[in-house]
């Protein structure tokens, strides 16, 4: 009898795994191996919050594959050389992983083949795991890769996917093969104190009761700050605990406006995935350089740290940065918000508030959160570079009654609608007995600062 190790990264389900799925014809005996690789710490991948909700996700992957029989192997170490002393122990003749299109997962891979070829192991890789469309299977005439999103989404759509699998029935796994203790969230530090639970079983029940509950006011309220009523999946997706592929099934077996809202945001991970595997380069350089010549010193670093901290005068803009740093996730509009803020209004690097904002997110996502940067900074694949958001008037329109500024930002929370955007606007005694900072710029200023940079006037 041949046996296979099935070499999970970011993909920590049962459910429409290809890999597994694929290890398990013919009724092999398999391995669940996950290697824990000091080289994703290395290139900058794990962050506590991040680690927090990884140690979550193997903990129910283990129990899930304990309910059909099996359990997860865990190993520390380089991943080629981990997988190949797995391979010898349980003397496995194949590999199955998901195929990664970025350049950590190719290289991964690379090195891994190498292992396994002197082995006489072969390594099966399985696409459509991380993504719904992988990356490079639709391209432009004339290019490797769509930078405009509208024909992207237009051929994404068109693209016929697999019907999801089901979890397996059973498995078997060598009985003698050595496991680490499975990580968990004790003895880590800096994790944020509102971060969410991962594991497949909590994305399972998410997506459904965010289908039942949201699905159908998602198009229409997206956008609201304190509604909250996006799905808060991104995680999920990021670890792999829910497939993309399943989930669009699923969107599109619920239908509506609602439901098609949110499948055209989910091709937006998509499309950002096939950009950085077409030019990796772009996850520290300009896409579309602008000529920018952003602040540095020590006032731009002053700013910097006033925008990480959330103290800088404007209450959306802070509001936002304190539900990452108490959640380890933001809603999308106060990403927009503060990314805009950041690198147009105080006009500092994108790579910054990029850092930043990975050292925190429990989704950060390396092609997600470059590109969505970039694209807020107008660097990358956005028609308008140069649009800017006002945070007043975001603020406003996005948290009208001010509800989301008086969650994140207590010193505030006696202010009602329109005032708790524009404290400054307060008379002097009343303005006193807030204990909230000045704007770190007017808005005008900022503005000018930016447009003269980009030298459109
Ligand atoms: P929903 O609105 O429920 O959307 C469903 C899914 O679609 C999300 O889970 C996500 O996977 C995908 N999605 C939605 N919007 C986008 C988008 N603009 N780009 C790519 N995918 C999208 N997303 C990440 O997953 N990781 C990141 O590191 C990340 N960094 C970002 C940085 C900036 C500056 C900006 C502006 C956006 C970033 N996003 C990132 C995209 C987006 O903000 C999040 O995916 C979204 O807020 C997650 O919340 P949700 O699951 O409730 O989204």
New binding site residues.
């Given amino acids: 009898m041949t046996i296979a190790v099935v070499l999970f990264t970011s993909d920590l389900r049962v459910h429409d795994h290809p890999p597994l799925r694929a290890a398990l014809e013919g009724g092999r005996e398999i391995v669940p191996l996950f290697v824990r690789d000091p080289a994703v710490d290395r290139a900058g991948f794990a962050a506590p919050n991040r680690l927090a909700f990884l140690a979550d996700c193997l903990r129910d992957l283990d129990a899930s594959l304990r309910g059909l029989g099996g359990r997860l192997v865990v190993r520390t170490g380089d991943t080629a050389a981990e997988v190949h002393r797995v391979v010898r122990e349980a003397e496995a003749d194949e590999v199955h992983m998901a195929g990664g299109h970025a350049a950590f997962a190719r290289t991964r891979e690379s090195g891994l083949r190498r292992a396994l070829e002197a082995e006489g192991c072969r390594l099966y890789t399985h696409d459509a795991v991380f993504t719904a469309v992988p990356p490079g299977d639709l391209t432009p005439q004339g290019s490797d890769h769509f930078a405009v999103f509208t024909p992207y989404f237009r051929r994404w759509s068109a693209e016929p996917l697999r019907t999801p699998w089901p979890a397996p029935r059973e498995l078997r796994v060598p009985a003698s093969l050595r496991s680490e203790d499975l990580p968990g969230r004790a003895g880590l530090s800096g994790v944020s104190p509102g971060l969410a639970a991962g594991g497949e079983g909590e994305g399972r029940a998410q997506l459904r009761s ?1 289908l039942a509950r949201h699905a159908a006011e ?1 198009e229409d309220r ?1 956008d609201d700050l304190a509604g909250d009523v ?9 670890f792999g605990t829910l497939s993309a592929v399943e989930l669009v099934h699923r969107a599109r077996r619920h239908g509506g406006p609602g439901a098609e809202a ?1 499948i055209r ?2 091709c ?2 998509d ?2 995935q096939q950009v950085l595997a077409a030019r990796p380069e772009s996850s520290g350089t300009d896409y579309r350089s602008r000529g920018d010549r952003w602040r540095h010193g020590r006032e731009a670093a002053a700013d910097l740290l006033a925008w990480q901290e959330g103290r800088t005068g404007y209450p959306i803009v802070d509001a936002a940065m304190r539900q990452l740093a108490h959640e380890g ?4 509009r106060g ?2 918000i ?2 805009s803020f950041l690198t147009k209004t105080l006009y500092l690097d994108w790579r910054a ?2 850092r930043h ?2 050292s925190l ?1 429990v ?4 092609a ?2 470059q ?3 970039q ?2 900074a107008g660097t990358g694949t956005d028609t308008r570079p140069n649009r800017v958001l006002n945070p007043v008037l975001q603020g406003r329109r996005y948290d009208p009654d001010g509800a989301y500024v008086r969650r994140w930002v207590p010193e505030l929370a006696g202010l009602d609608g329109p005032d708790v955007h524009e404290p400054w606007r307060l008379p002097g005694l009343e303005r006193a007995a807030y204990d909230y900072p000045d704007p770190l710029i007017s808005l005008p200023d900022g503005l000018a600062r930016f447009r003269h940079a980009r030298s459109l006037e």
């Fill in positions: 965010w998602y997206h996006t799905s808060r999946l991104s995680p999920h997706l990021h949110f945001q989910v937006w991970r499309f950002h996730w933001m809603h999308n990403r927009l503060t990314a508030g990029a904002f990975l997110l989704d950060g996502d390396v997600n959160n590109l969505n940067w694209w807020v």
